[in-house]
Every structure is written in structure tokens, then in C-alpha cells.
T-cell receptor, first 111, second 109 residues
Framework: SAVISQKPSRDICQRGTSLTIQCQVD?????MFWYRQQPGQSLTLIAT?????????ESGFVIDKFPISRPNLTFSTLTVSNMSPEDSSIYLC????????FGSGTRLTVV | RKEVEQDPGPFNVPEGATVAFNCTYS??????FFWYRQDCRKEPKLLMS?????NEDGRFTAQLNRASQYISLLIRDSKLSDSATYLC??????????WGAGTKLIIKP
């Protein structure tokens, strides 16, 4: 299965600022997925990122708040923009190949 | 009703015991089912896929009941290292997955 390197692993940010999370995959994948997991909650899909096209966002998530880049088949970024304390969560990228593989997650705290 | 529902637990189980938990799903068209394990402050990791005929991997057995729309996970001879949250995952369509909130399992010595 693919190996994903995700960074940063954690960050504490001031409200109103933005944070960009990066995921690098060791193989080429068509689709990458970005999830959010709030404390004690299940994973919620934010968007699906295909190389060469606009990301597809789930209900409740918009591009202005969570812009995504997918410049090639091994890399993607998710930006959490204009952050508020409600954005404090774990953000995970994922790819599919015989089951979903996840990055190690980014634990974001907004103060 | 949530698309995927799990008992959040925690299930407190003595080491060596057998424990089982279920996960119900609402979309009768779902075709893919998985159990993931998530340790505290870690990312989810695939434990096993669930096949129609049921499948076993060592101490772990997964079953699918399409008629009643649930999947189950059975852990035999539980170890302390089995303590984790177990996430049930069901596909909604070709690639979109719906995640349960997880069942917390605590194995006690």
C-alpha cells in the first residue's frame, strides 16, 4: 500500500490566519481525499482532489475556506483559511489502493 | 438516522476474552465494507476488509449480514495491544466512504 508523508504533524495558530497542510505520496494516485476528524467524532470527508481538475467539495465545505491544490499525481495541499477555534481538529489526507491509507494527520489548534 | 452507526462503548474487556461489536448501515446498495483501527492520536489504519462470505485474519473475524444491514467484528483471545477505537466504514458510491464514529475497546490486564 502507498506511504503518505503528511506535514505539519501539529500546529497552533492564531485565529484569522491560514495553514497549509501538505501530503506527499510515494506512488502515483488518481484521487486523494482530505478528511477532518473532530474530537470523539467520525471522519468527515472535506473534498476529493483529482490531478488536473478542481477539487470536489462535500456539503458544508467550500473552496474559499479549504482551497486544495493537486499539482501532480503524488502531491496535494489543503489550506485552512481565515481560521477560527471551530476549525480546531485533526486533518488527514488519504489515498485508495485496496483499502484507504492515511497520512499521519495534522493536529490543528486555533487560539 | 446516521448512515453508519456504532456503539461508542467503551467496551471494557479482560485480557484473553472474546469481544464482538456490530455496525449498522442504512444504504442497502453499499458494496464495500471495512474495519479500521485507530489508536489514540494516530491516523486510522486498515484492519480488514469485510467480504460477503465472512473472513478471518488470525484472531479477528469479520462478518457481513446484508439482510439486516450490519457488519460485525469478533476479536478472540484479546490482547492489551488490541485497545483502540474500531471504525466501521461503508461505501456510499464508487469511492465515497461513510465512517462510523467508532467503538472504543479497552482491554484490561
Amino acid at each position: 500500500s502507498a506511504v503518505i508523508s503528511q506535514k505539519p504533524s501539529r500546529d497552533i495558530c492564531q485565529r484569522g490566519t491560514s495553514l497549509t497542510i501538505q501530503c506527499q505520496v510515494d506512488s502515483q494516485v488518481t484521487m486523494m481525499f482530505w478528511y477532518r476528524q473532530q474530537p470523539g467524532q467520525s471522519l468527515t470527508l472535506i473534498a476529493t482532489a483529482n490531478q488536473g481538475s478542481e477539487a470536489t467539495y462535500e456539503s458544508g465545505f467550500v473552496i474559499d475556506k479549504f482551497p486544495i491544490s493537486r499539482p501532480n499525481l503524488t502531491f496535494s495541499t489543503l489550506t485552512v483559511s481565515n481560521m477560527s477555534p471551530e476549525d480546531s481538529s485533526i486533518y488527514l489526507c488519504s489515498v485508495f489502493g485496496g483499502g484507504y491509507t492515511f497520512g499521519s494527520g495534522t493536529r490543528l489548534t486555533v487560539v | 438516522r446516521k448512515e453508519v452507526e456504532q456503539d461508542p462503548g467503551p467496551f471494557n474487556v479482560p485480557e484473553g476474552a472474546t469481544v464482538a461489536f456490530n455496525c449498522t448501515y442504512s444504504n442497502s446498495a453499499s458494496q464495500s465494507f471495512f474495519w479500521y483501527r485507530q489508536d489514540c492520536r494516530k491516523e486510522p489504519k486498515l484492519l480488514m476488509s469485510v467480504y460477503s462470505s465472512g473472513n478471518e485474519d488470525g484472531r479477528f473475524t469479520a462478518q457481513l449480514n446484508r439482510a439486516s444491514q450490519y457488519i460485525s467484528l469478533l476479536i478472540r483471545d484479546s490482547k492489551l495491544s488490541d485497545s483502540a477505537t474500531y471504525l466501521c466504514v461503508v461505501n456510499r458510491d464508487n469511492y465515497q466512504l461513510i465512517w462510523g464514529a467508532g467503538t472504543k475497546l479497552i482491554i484490561k490486564p
